[in-house]
Each structure stands twice: as C-alpha cells, then as structure tokens.
T-cell receptor, first 115, second 110 residues
Framework: ETGVTQSPTHLIKTRGQQVTLRCSSQ?????VSWYQQALGQGPQFIFQ???????GRGNFPPRFSGLQFPNYSSELNVNALELDDSALYLC??????????????FGEGSRLTVL | LAKTTQPISMDSYEGQEVNITCSHN???????ITWYQQFPSQGPRFIIQ???TKVTNEVASLFIPADRKSSTLSLPRVSLSDTAVYYC???????????FGTGTRLLVSP
C-alpha cells in the first residue's frame, strides 16, 4: 500500500469521448506525476504537477491535460479519445518536485479501454 | 537521459540468487540508478537506488562499478512472489521524470 489512490479502476469509453481520471496523493506529498502504460510496455511520462503548477511534460498531445488541487490531489483529462489511448494510467506521488531524487509512490492505476 | 539496456526476460528457481544487469553507457555525472518492480495490473514499486559502489536494503542489493556504465540488481533467495517485471532507470538528479524501458520479466519457478 502506497497511500496513493486512483479512480476509477476500470472504465470503457468510445472514440471521440472525453475521460477524467483522479488521483489522491500520499499524505504530505505535494507532487503528482502521471504515466501511461500500454500493454507490454514500460510506463511513459505524461506530465508532472508540483504545487498546482505543471512542472514538465512528456511527448503527449495537448488533448492530454491535467490539474492539481490545493490538497495536492490531481486529475488527468483526455479529450477526443483515440483507440491508442487504451492503457493503464498511473499516478505517482512524491515530495518537492525536482528537488528530490528518490522514490516515487505509484497508485494501482486506472485501466482505460477505448472502443 | 541515458538509455538503459537490460535482458528482456530471465528464469530462475525458488531459493536461487538472481542478478539482473543493466547497461547505461551514457550515464551522466548527476544521474542516479534506480530499480522498480512491477506486478501485473499494479503500479511500479521502488526497490533500490544508488549512485556508486554498493547499496543494500532489506530486499535487494545494487552493485555499481566505478565507471557506472552498468549496474546489477541482486535479489537473494527469490521466491515465487518475486515473479514480476524489473525496470532499470537512470534518473537525473533534480529531474523527477522517470524514463522506463521495457524492463526484464523475471519468472521464478518452484
């Protein structure tokens, strides 16, 4: 148990729809990162939020967007869903953004299937 | 960030020691070497991190030679529950965006 919770655990959407995934970070952590993991691949960095501001972004299009709230929980929004967006979406919680090199605490993920 | 290369898969038996080697030829001065473990349909879990020489914790040891161009994760006396994917990452100091490869799938048999 990492203390990082994600919801929903599974969901099915159709092409063109929009989805919102949620993450509650571990108590005391002010940094949330989102990763996409396609089947059989390693996780790919989407973006990171530190104290409610985006703090780095991977190679993902603008239809992937996020938010971080004052309590440091976070949302990942994906618009205009495509079939290739089907993946496990992982949230990782940590402390102090780039100031800290160490352990990221991952949630169990949200499994998105796009039909 | 330095690219990492590790075996796609490894097989072992319960009770054996498993060593997974990762190469990272282009590692930079302020890069750290980090290993994560992932079970199916779960998020990765931090195992160990090191900069040079040897690091040991309650679950694993990490050996890093002086040139730091490779590292070896050592799992002592593996059990069936150690069957998982193991990722070697080079993590830039002060840059917390992890770059995962495809990892090493370890299968532990009875």
């Amino acid at each position: 148990e990492t203390g990082v919770t994600q919801s929903p655990t599974h969901l099915i959407k159709t092409r063109g729809q929009q989805v919102t995934l949620r993450c509650s970070s571990q108590s005391g952590h002010n940094t949330v990162s989102w990763y996409q993991q396609a089947l059989g691949q390693g996780p790919q960095f989407i973006f990171q939020y530190y104290r409610e501001e985006e703090n780095g972004r991977g190679n993902f299009p603008p239809r992937f967007s996020g938010l971080q709230f004052p309590n440091y929980s976070s949302e990942l929004n994906v618009n205009a869903l495509e079939l290739d967006d089907s993946a496990l979406y992982l949230c990782a919680s940590s402390l102090d953004g780039d100031a800290n090199t160490g352990e990221l605490f991952f949630g169990e993920g949200s499994r998105l299937t796009v039909l | 960030l330095a690219k990492t290369t590790q075996p796609i898969s490894m097989d072992s038996y319960e009770g054996q020691e498993v060593n997974i080697t990762c190469s990272h030829n282009n590692i930079a001065t302020n890069d750290y070497i980090t290993w994560y473990q992932q079970f199916p349909s779960q998020g990765p879990r931090f195992i160990i991190q090191g900069y040079k020489t040897k690091v040991t914790n309650e679950v694993a040891s990490l050996f890093i030679p002086a040139d730091r161009k490779s590292s070896t994760l050592s799992l002592p006396r593996v059990s069936l529950s150690d069957t998982a994917v193991y990722y070697c990452l080079v993590e830039r100091g002060g840059f917390q965006k992890l770059v995962f490869g495809t990892g090493t799938r370890l299968l532990v048999s009875p």
